[in-house]
């Protein structure tokens, strides 16, 4: 599909947002929050929450008719059906945050008709911000980004997550990682997928996996990715869908040695389970 002209509003309410909630992600950390559970390991806090609101009432002032989806779902609203769909992780690293370790974002990616358009991503203890476009590019604080050009897997830096659930399928995200750290050069676990992605774009890392992801995780970081020169698929190598949870997003050179990876792990004997 050709990159359509999509109003640069667009753009700019994302970036606006992105920055008005690291703001508030910054502040909150002086000033304190509370934190509670939504499952045994998985955290929300006061700061999740007050991002989400001000990124809903800043739609819904502008955009009346558009949707949202964001994680916390904080008085969300019924679907209009409308072709705009602002996807937003109004806290990605949330686990990072709550215990005081500085890496974490906000992540907002606009979808028309069903596709990720334009996309801001904020790292406010950084001042990152990781923005893109599609058709037109990615950036960083306004610089043109680019996927490296390693092309040897053994010579790749890597970065995954680990999901919610991880308590329950340890054996099986132990033998993915086990795999990686058999064939790159190292492998990282830095807690925010949103990062994770506009890294690879940068080419910090050659190539990032993770499954049981949700849309507001990858929504902008994908197209952050794609528009840096990046392949995004499925860990089985299909086309790349938000909605499937689980992805391979690479700088496209060691795409292939990494889809190798996954699938000789789902082949061999399982040695943790
Ligand atoms: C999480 C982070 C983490 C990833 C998890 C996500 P949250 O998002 O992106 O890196 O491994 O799968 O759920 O809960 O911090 O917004
Ligand atoms: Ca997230
Ligand atoms: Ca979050």
Not at 29 to 41: H, T
Not at 180 to 206: I, P, T
Not at 238 to 252: E, R
Request: aromatic fraction near 8%; include cysteine; charge should be negative.
């Amino acid at each position: 599909m050709d990159a359509i002209q999509v109003d640069p509003v667009f753009l700019a309410t994302a970036v606006e947002i992105v920055l008005r909630a690291g703001d508030i992600q910054l502040a909150r950390r002086e000033s304190g929050f509370r934190v509670s559970k939504k499952g045994e390991i998985d955290l929300v806090t006061e700061v999740d929450l007050e991002c989400e609101r001000m990124c809903r009432a800043v739609i819904e002032e502008r955009f009346p008719d558009h949707d949202v989806l964001a994680e916390e779902g904080t008085s969300a609203a019924p679907s209009r059906g409308s072709r705009y769909r602002w996807v937003f992780d109004p806290l990605d690293g949330t686990t990072n945050y709550a215990h005081g370790l500085p890496i974490f974002c906000a992540s907002l990616g606009l979808e028309i008709d069903g596709r990720v358009e334009v996309g801001a991503i904020y790292d406010p203890t950084r001042k990152e911000l990781f923005t893109g476009e599609r058709g037109y590019g990615s950036f960083l604080n306004g610089a043109a980004l680019r996927v490296s050009g390693t092309a040897r897997l053994g010579d790749s830096l890597l970065v995954t997550g680990f999901p919610y659930d991880v308590h329950t399928q340890t054996g099986h995200l132990v033998e993915m990682f086990a795999g990686f750290l058999g064939r790159a050069r190292a492998v990282r676990r830095l807690g925010s997928a949103a990062l994770d992605l506009c890294y690879v774009a940068a080419g910090r890392f050659e190539g990032f996996w993770e499954q049981h992801l949700k849309p507001w995780d990858v929504a902008a970081g994908a197209l952050i990715v794609e528009e840096a020169g990046g392949r995004i698929t499925g860990m089985d190598g299909s086309p790349f869908d938000p909605a499937a949870a689980h992805l391979v997003a690479s700088n496209g050179h060691v795409h292939t040695q990494m889809l190798d990876v996954i699938r000789d792990v789902r082949q061999k004997p399982q040695a943790f389970r």
